[in-house]
């Protein structure tokens, strides 16, 4: 299976401030690298699909890149609505696999 | 638009076999194309794919856990339907069935879990 690694595995960060996640993958995966959002007691949220694609109605701070091993995920701008866990997801063999999760959280 | 419901058992003994149901809207999964998957989260874990079943009965799991899977689906029903065999504590989580998307072109690849059902907290508990 492809592992999919997060860092940081949390964050303390201000409303306003650009936060910046990054997941690696064990393997080269091209672009097949999918972004979700998860607050608490809720079901993940799809944000960014095939690594820069925003998912139609999620706003435009958050922004996808990457490709190969290395992604990011950056919020341009934190909002309160923002502080939740983050995942990462390749997409590029049939064995799916998430990445840990990055806990955003409010400083 | 399109959702997704999980049903089934809240809590379950050791050993007993667990059967979810994903009762879908929005869309059929006998139109070319669609997909479903099971994924689910231990509490305060990360998420693990578990099947898929396509429109064309075509059926894919997740290696480790391969023996005590089977995914099934009711397309009269809208229904998508997975069993877990010889349950464990371990496998105390919350469920979820998701429509899958995929696309291949030059501006974008591969496949995606969108939307999600809200999900349903399995305990294994003698």
């Known amino acids: 299976d492809i592992q999919m690694t997060q860092s940081p595995s949390s964050l303390s960060a201000s409303v306003g401030d650009r936060v910046t996640i990054t997941c690696r993958a064990s393997q080269s995966i091209s672009s097949y690298l999918n972004w979700y959002q998860q607050k608490p007691g809720k079901a993940p949220k799809l944000l960014i699909y095939?690594?820069?694609s925003l998912q139609s109605g999620v706003p435009s701070r958050f922004s996808g890149s990457g490709s190969g091993t290395d992604f990011t995920l950056t919020i341009s701008s934190l909002r309160p609505e923002d502080f939740a866990t983050y995942y990462c997801?390749?997409?590029?063999?049939?064995?799916?696999?998430f990445g840990q999760g990055t806990k955003v959280e409010i400083k | 638009q399109v959702t997704l419901n999980e049903s089934g058992p809240a809590l379950v003994k050791p050993t007993q076999t667990l059967t979810l149901t994903c009762t879908f809207s929005g869309f059929s999964l006998s139109t070319t194309g669609m997909r479903v998957s099971w994924i689910r989260q231990p509490p305060g874990k990360a998420l693990e794919w578990l099947a898929r079943i396509d429109w064309d009965d075509d059926k894919f799991y997740s290696t480790s856990l391969k023996t005590r899977l089977t995914i099934s689906k009711d397309t009269s029903k809208n229904q998508v339907v997975l069993t877990m065999t010889n349950m464990d504590p371990v496998d105390t989580a919350t469920y979820y069935c998701?429509?899958?998307?995929?696309?291949?072109?030059?501006?974008?690849?591969?496949?995606?879990?969108?939307?999600w059902g809200q999900g349903i907290l399995v305990t294994v508990s003698a």
């Open positions: 997801q390749q997409s590029y063999i049939t064995q799916w696999t």
């Open positions: 998701a429509r899958m998307q995929y696309c291949s072109n030059t501006s974008c690849s591969g496949y995606w879990f969108d939307p």
């Open positions: 095939a690594a820069s």
